[in-house]
């Protein structure tokens, strides 16, 4: 009987980063690659594909071209392909819809033979079960074949040399509004507690509702609450907006501060002690946690518009106020929210008839590791303990996309980094450099490198300036 086939990687999850690792992996003929996941197809947050959204990165933030700009698998090769180029090309905007983007995702998906949809993987061992196996014994990777109904209709197991795990991040509900959400389940009467990434599907019933209250206050935030506006207003809803953050606060789109998207920055946060990362982390939400201004600066002149004539707009915005609990009311089928104002300490009752969390997404280590979990580094609150070229284990043969942005900052979730960083885990597998991989691409410094000599100054008095 043949030995069992071993791939040189397997990548697990197929959203844009596992997609884009899979694009420029198939170019490569000493790479055999296989890419498993669990959806029926590719679809990109299909819960907030709202009508006229666009991507916050540029169109070069496609899958591969920032790796390979001549790749045939390029957002301007998707648009000559379909026929768009020259529309795109008038419309003269950096900024693809996100719905085209999601079609470009399919399009690439749709051309590549290494990708296997309906596999949801529940398990990485190691094929000897002992730990003394040797390092670069294959890892076995099981998973459960699906069927569109998503029921288990088969079992596929894989061997690879190196795993890529692109499994992305999951929404985030803060502990009260997930106890509020399975009160809420319980009461059928009860309007939806959901968080954004379910928003599109529910949108009708969050307006039967009554009222509603988005929690939170990041792009996803403002996109819903602008995209419930108007009908909110025509048809009487009240629409209140909760953020705990002082301000409804603008993305920074400032072009020294984008040069924090780059491979340099990111040694320098990977380089700095975890403490000092965490405090980083929440100084530079601004980065890509806030508001794009445009969206801010329309939702004001929604607002304008809707109050023109002393018209009355169902609809109030606080911010700096915290959902401290919350509880379902059955008697009145309402949900009770209690806020908290952070500068005043005041604190009153909120009553609605649904909730949105904006509450973001956060990464944690997939239970499929825990069979190899003495392979794999964990720092002391137990998340994934990413070294700078993203290998979580000794070995370097387990490479993660975007579950890195504890250790590695604003790059992790960024599209336009994807192609960079899957040129990193590529020469690791291939012991080369397929892409050529830029080591500093911005013209600020980071950190305090020595004084660079003055033009026309000796070696030796380069370093005096300052005794002078
Ligand atoms: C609404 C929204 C808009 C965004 N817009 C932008 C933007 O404009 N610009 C930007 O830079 N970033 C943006 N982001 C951030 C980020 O780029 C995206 O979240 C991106 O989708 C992350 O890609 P990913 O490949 O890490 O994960 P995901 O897109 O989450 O994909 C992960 C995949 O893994 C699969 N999977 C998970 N577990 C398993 C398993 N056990 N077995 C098999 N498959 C599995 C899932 O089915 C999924 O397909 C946005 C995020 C959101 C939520």
Redesign the pocket.
Same mark, same amino acid.
């Given at each position: 009987m043949s030995a069992p086939h071993v791939h040189d990687l397997v990548g697990?999850?197929?959203?844009? =980063?596992?997609l884009g690792m899979a694009a420029l992996s198939e170019p490569l003929a000493d790479v055999d690659a296989i890419f498993?996941?669990? %959806?029926s197809e590719f679809r990109?947050?299909p819960g907030?594909m709202l009508e006229g959204a666009t991507?916050?990165?540029p169109f070069l %933030?496609d899958l591969v071209t920032m790796a390979d700009p001549t790749s045939p698998y390029s957002f301007l090769a998707f648009l000559k392909a379909t026929g768009r180029l020259y529309p795109f090309y008038i419309r003269e905007s950096f900024y693809p819809l996100?719905s085209e983007y999601d079609a470009y995702c399919r399009w690439v998906a749709e051309r590549l033979e290494s990708l296997r949809w309906r596999?949801?993987?529940?398990a990485v061992e190691r094929e000897a079960d002992d730990t003394a196996a040797s390092a670069d014994e294959p890892f076995l990777v099981t %998973?459960e074949v699906l069927d569109a109904a998503g029921a288990v209709i088969g079992i596929e197991q894989h061997r690879g040399r190196h795993l890529v795990l692109?499994?992305?991040?999951d929404p985030e509900l803060p502990p009260s509004l997930r106890e509020l959400a399975a009160q809420a389940g319980a009461d059928p009467s009860a309007g939806p507690v959901l968080h954004t %990434?379910d928003y599109l599907p529910a949108r009708e019933s969050l307006l039967a509702a009554g009222s509603i209250t988005i929690v939170g206050s990041g792009?996803?935030a403002a996109e819903v609450y602008r995209d419930l506006l108007d009908e909110a207003t025509t048809r009487g809803v009240q629409l209140d907006w909760v953020t705990r953050s002082t301000r409804f606060f603008p993305m920074e789109y400032t072009k020294l501060s984008l040069e924090l998207t780059s491979p340099e920055y990111t040694d320098h946060y990977r380089g700095l002690p975890e403490e000092l990362r965490e405090q980083l982390g929440r100084e530079q939400r601004g980065l890509y946690k806030g508001i794009s201004g445009d969206l801010i600066d329309d939702i004001h002149e929604a607002l304008y518009r809707l109050s023109q004539g002393g018209r009355e707009v169902p609809t109030t915005l606080l911010s700096d106020v915290a959902v401290t609990a919350a509880r379902h009311d059955a008697a009145t089928g309402e949900h009770v929210l209690t806020l908290r104002h952070g500068q005043l300490g005041t604190q009153r009752e909120h009553r609605t008839g649904a909730v949105i969390a904006a509450t973001g997404?956060l990464s944690s280590p997939?239970a =499929?590791l825990d069979p190899i979990a003495e392979r794999i580094r964990f720092d002391a609150r137990g998340r994934l303990d990413v070294s700078r070229d993203y290998t979580v284990d000794a070995a370097g043969r387990i490479h993660v996309?975007?579950a890195e942005e504890h250790t590695h900052g604003v790059t992790a979730?960024?599209?336009?980094f994807g192609p960079w960083r899957a040129s990193v885990v590529l020469a690791a597998i291939t012991g080369r450099e397929p892409y050529p991989i830029e080591q500093s691409i911005a013209f600020q410094s980071f950190g305090l490198p020595p004084q660079p000599a003055r033009p026309g100054a000796t070696p030796a008095t380069a370093g005096s300036a300052t005794s002078r």
């Open positions: 697990i999850g197929i959203g844009p =980063f596992g498993l996941d669990q %959806a990109w947050h907030m991507i916050q990165v %933030a996100r596999r949801r993987v529940v %998973a692109g499994v992305g991040t %990434a792009q996803s997404y997939p =499929f996309l975007n979730p960024d599209l336009g």
